[in-house]
């Protein structure tokens, strides 16, 4: 008995339609690249402050974080420092934040050039009902510690 052998058929290319796929993709992309965040920026919040509205969407860089409260406490980097006095310059906090620069400055002569972090900025977050006054006063205490720049946290409606 003779074996037969089938040959074997020759393979055809398979057409494969990505279009779909690619949809998806794209959809997916726009997705992603909307939602991301490259702020260094990380925020614990006081009690008893509520942050004013803003629809800006620029970013912001690490820096010292100035934040008072409705009952006039004000905090630096999440420690208490003190109450705002009723009128005048703050003391306390222009020291604290001079010792902030120092601390920061010192952090730069470890770092290379490009990875330096700015020694003039400093945000500051109010809560929504603030008197401007007040800003103006904090900002002016900010000054005389040796900040020019000056980035106000305020919440985001998207």
Do not use: W
Not at 22 to 39: E, G, M, P, R
């Amino acid at each position: 008995m003779k074996k037969k052998f089938a040959r074997k058929r020759e393979r055809e290319a398979i057409d494969v339609d990505i279009t779909s796929l690619l949809d998806i993709l794209t959809i997916l992309l726009v997705f992603l690249l909307k939602s991301y965040n490259a702020s260094d920026l990380k925020l614990d919040l006081q009690k008893n402050l509520e942050m004013a509205d803003s629809d800006a969407r620029a970013m912001t860089r690490y820096a010292p974080v100035v934040q008072i409260n409705k009952e006039a406490r004000v905090y630096l980097n999440n420690k208490e420092i003190g109450r705002l006095p009723a009128s005048g310059e703050m003391p306390v906090l222009t020291a604290a934040l001079k010792k902030a620069k120092q601390g920061i400055e010192a952090d730069n002569q470890k770092k290379p050039a490009n990875q330096q972090t700015n020694t003039e900025l400093v945000n500051l977050i109010f809560d929504r009902d603030m008197d401007y006054a007040v800003v103006q006063r904090v900002m002016h205490d900010s000054a005389l510690a040796g900040y020019s720049q000056f980035k106000f946290i305020v919440k985001g409606n998207y």
